[in-house]
Structures are given as C-alpha cells and as structure tokens.
C-alpha cells in the first residue's frame, strides 16, 4: 500500500526534479535564517523532509510519535495557550495523513473493526461530546476541548489500528515507548538522589519531560503491565529477559521515589486485576464497584452528611514530609485530598444545575467557583493554574451531562468484559498476552482517573486509545479467523 502511494505522489520520473529542489530549499532556507537572524528557518527542510516520509511510510512516523511521548515537553503560548512538543504537532499531521488514506481507500478500515462496538461506543462518546459544544456555556473553549480530543481519537485508535496488526507491530511498539521512558525515569532518579531523594524535590527534577509527579508515576504505572508480558516473549534470563527485569525493578523504584499515592494504588489493582481476569470475574468486579460507588454517594448525600468531612482551614496544609502526608490524608488534613473534595462537592452542584448536557466540554475551571461549598475551601483553592476537578468521571458529568458519563463507562466497562472473554477464547499465547496488558493497563488508567483528569493528555491518551484499538483489532482478527475457518469446513463437508 506504502509504495503504491509512493508512486501516486512521486512518480519515478520527478524523483530526480524532487531532489533539486529539496537542495534548492534547503540552501535557500539556510541563507534566510542567516540572513534576516531567524535561525528557525533552517528548520524547513527538516519540515518537509518529515512531511515526505510521513506521506511514503507512516507508520515510521507513528513510531516516532511513540518515542516522542516520554520525552514530550508543555510549552506555553500567548493567550493562554498550551502545546505538547514534539507530540501534538505529530498527532495533527498524522491525523491528516489517515484521513488522507482513508478518502483514497474507501475500504482501508475492516468493516468489522467499524462495526464493532468498542468502536461505536468510543464515537457515541465522541459525538455526544461534539453535542454539547452546542449547549455549551463557552462554545469556543468547548469546541477547542473536542477538536483535540479528535485528533487523538483519530491518530492514537484509528491509525493505530492499521500499524499495531501483528504481534510483531505489538513489541516493536513496546520496545519503542520502553526506550524513552526507561532513559526519562533514569535521568530523573538521579536528579532526585543528588537532591536527597526528598518528598519536597521530586517536583525540581521532572522538568522538561513531565509537568508534575502526577503525570510522571501515570505513565509508569500504566505500562507496567507491558514490560512485564512483553518479558514472555524471550527466553527465561537471557540479555532482553533481564534488561526487561531490570527495567521493571527501576520503574518500581521510580514510581515510589515518585511519591503518587494513585500510583501505588493503581500497580496493586492491576496484580488484582490479573487474577480477576483469570477467574472471569471482571463484570461481577465492576457491578460491585458501581454498587460501592452509589451507596456511598447515597450515604454522603443524606442529610448533607458530607458537611462533617469538612476540613480545619488552618490545619489542612501542604507536607514536605510524605509519611505526614500519608497521616494528613487519612485524617482529611492534606490540602491536595481535601483541595479534590472542594472542587468534587463544586461539581455534583453543577451536575444538578445541568445533569443533561452539562457546563460543555473544557468549562468546568471557568464556572466551578459559583457553585463551591465554603466550609471546604483551602489555602490554594484560588487556583492559580488553572488545575480541573481531578475525578475524569465527575469531569464528564459535569462538561457533558449524565449521558456523557454513562456513555464512557458504557465504553470501558464493555472493553474490560470484552477484553476478557477474548483472553479466553484466544489460544495463542502471544495474543493472550497482548490482551492481558492491554487490559491491565487500562484498568490502571481507570483507577487513575479517579483522582486525575488525564485522557486529554499524550502521556495517558495515547494509551488509552492504543489499547481500544488493540483489544479491537485482535477481537476483529478472531472472529474474521472463526468466519473462514467455519466457510472453509462448510465447503469440505459439502
């Protein structure tokens, strides 16, 4: 398909022509930039070098996406904008580069795979999100919030779907994200022990490959599962077997010089994940948790129970120490904990004033603080960042009504059971495993997600996508297998 692109675009007689003039820019772009001091324009031929290679062999882009996310750096723009680099620019342009394949291709994407209901499911999310642009209370902000939640969509599930098709495609893109972020944790743990290792320093060394702790422990946690099924596929202690080993071993310990107790917390539901999955108790696992979910919510609710929760103003504060943090918590004096409970109670107000298509998609930071509860305000509920409510799902209800929260649970809660009845009924091992990290993996996400608003982000969206499109694709595979092999004995009987 790559090469019958190639020809499309490039034909063999202007390969020659294309070549002069690539020189002619790149001499022409060198002399600009010396010339008039803006030394980015060198970069142009570098530009449209990426733009060709993008265009014959994406799939080398996609890759390079993949290394690019560990090592990704926010960088901040006027008017209050934000972008990830290199990542974000990537992901457009590969955005664009699908929807170029698929209008010259009609038939590039499986039916199956269109069909399926994982994929149904994540564009019935998709477009009730799109919806409640309309209704939104600041439409532009809405709009920009969806535009880049497509990309991702587009880019991460739907392109990632036609170059992770092979088990091979599956470790190479391991192997690719392990790399980077193996490098990034490294760097990092060192930067930390020169500085003592201190609770009150790991913030001093994350930059610029992560903006805070939070996104640092996530994206280790979240592909943990991967190191430690991609270790299955090579022989017991050989080179790689223990390069993988090691590698989990320093992950481990940098997710606990990370300080993220959602971290910890998401490793070990994962180890209970696995036997759950094994036993084929995952669906009995989420109605209970739903069950735990309502009846605590019922039981805060009544007769505003939740009031006697209400922080001491003057004793809920920021720790330098983690163990007087982790005492702070349980005891509801850490300002981060009890900063969440104030934006949470801020949100269910919001959810009531608008439970059916929500404030919109990205509003919640602009309208949250008409609807607090001052009996739980803090020392930085001012909120100079412009941080979110931290809980993705109470995010969605309040940006995106109800419906939007029922329809992303009604997604992962289906690929979850769906992720399990495919381990099951998959006999080849090496798919067995692919699936059983995948599923891992988005169950840590979920658990993040909890106390995180980190889905619209290029350290854990991109996971988050890759694993749909993965448990779909192999899900489609089986069932298209099943189909010929059932044709193929019907034909022989006959």
């Known amino acids: 398909m790559r090469s019958k692109l190639r020809e499309i675009l490039f034909p063999a007689d202007t390969t020659r022509l294309l070549l002069h003039w690539f020189g002619g820019i790149t001499l022409l772009s060198v002399f600009i930039a010396i010339a008039t001091n803006m030394l980015y324009l060198a970069g142009i031929p570098a530009v449209l070098l990426l733009g060709y290679v993008t265009i014959v062999d994406y799939k080398q882009i996609f890759y390079l996406l993949i290394f ?22 990537l992901i457009v342009g590969l955005m664009l580069v699908f929807l170029f394949l698929v209008a010259s291709r009609k038939q590039l994407l499986d039916q199956l795979f269109l069909r399926h209901p994982i994929t149904l499911l994540l564009l019935l999310h998709v477009f009730w999100g799109f919806f409640t642009v309309l209704t939104a209370h600041d439409q532009t902000v809405a709009l920009k919030f969806m535009l880049a939640k497509t990309w991702y969509v587009f880019t991460f599930y739907f392109l990632g779907s036609l170059v992770l098709r092979e088990v091979k495609d599956y470790k190479r893109f391991v192997w690719t994200m392990f790399v980077p972020l193996l490098a990034t944790v490294v760097i990092i743990i060192i930067r930390h ?20 702790h939070v996104s640092y422990a996530a994206i280790m946690a979240v592909f943990i599962p991967f190191i430690w099924f991609l270790r299955y596929y090579y022989l017991s202690y050989s080179r790689k077997w223990w390069i993988l080993m090691g590698a989990i071993v320093i992950i481990l310990l940098g997710i606990q010089l990370s300080y993220t107790r959602a971290a910890y917390v998401g490793v070990f539901i994962a180890v209970g994940a696995y036997f759950l999955i094994r036993w084929k108790l995952a669906r009995y696992a989420l109605i209970l948790s739903v069950i735990g979910v309502v009846i605590g919510l019922t039981y805060m609710a009544n007769n505003n129970k939740y009031l006697e929760f209400a922080p001491n103003y003057e004793t809920t504060i920021a720790h330098s120490d983690f163990n007087s943090l982790v005492e702070a918590t349980y005891q509801l004096e850490d300002i981060s904990t009890m900063e969440r409970f104030y934006r949470w109670l801020a949100g269910f107000n919001m959810v009531q004033t608008e439970p059916i298509h929500g404030f919109g998609p990205g509003n919640f930071y602009f309208y949250y603080k008409g609807y607090t509860v001052l009996s739980f305000e803090t020392y930085v509920s001012h909120n100079p960042e412009g941080s979110g409510i931290h809980n993705y799902y109470l995010m969605l209800a309040v940006e995106q009504g109800l419906p939007g929260l029922i329809l992303f649970l009604a997604l992962v809660f289906y690929a979850i059971i769906r992720a399990e009845q495919i381990y099951h009924r998959e006999k080849d091992p090496q798919v067995q495993w692919i699936i059983m990290s995948a599923v891992l993996s988005l169950i840590v996400i ?12 290029d350290k854990i969206g991109s996971f988050f996508f890759i694993i749909l499109a993965l448990l779909v694709h192999f899900d489609v595979r089986m069932l298209s297998s099943g189909k010929k092999s059932d044709t193929t004995d019907a034909a022989s009987s006959n």
């Open 193 to 212: 022990g020169m500085l003592g290792f201190g609770f009150d320093t790991i913030y001093q060394v994350l930059h610029p490959f992560y903006r805070n």
């Open 68 to 89: 690019s996310i560990p090592l990704s750096t926010e960088i901040f723009l006027p008017n209050g904008l934000s972008t990830d680099l290199p990542t974000e620019p």
């Open 446 to 457: 979920l658990a993040l997600l909890l106390i995180n608003d980190l889905i619209e982000t």
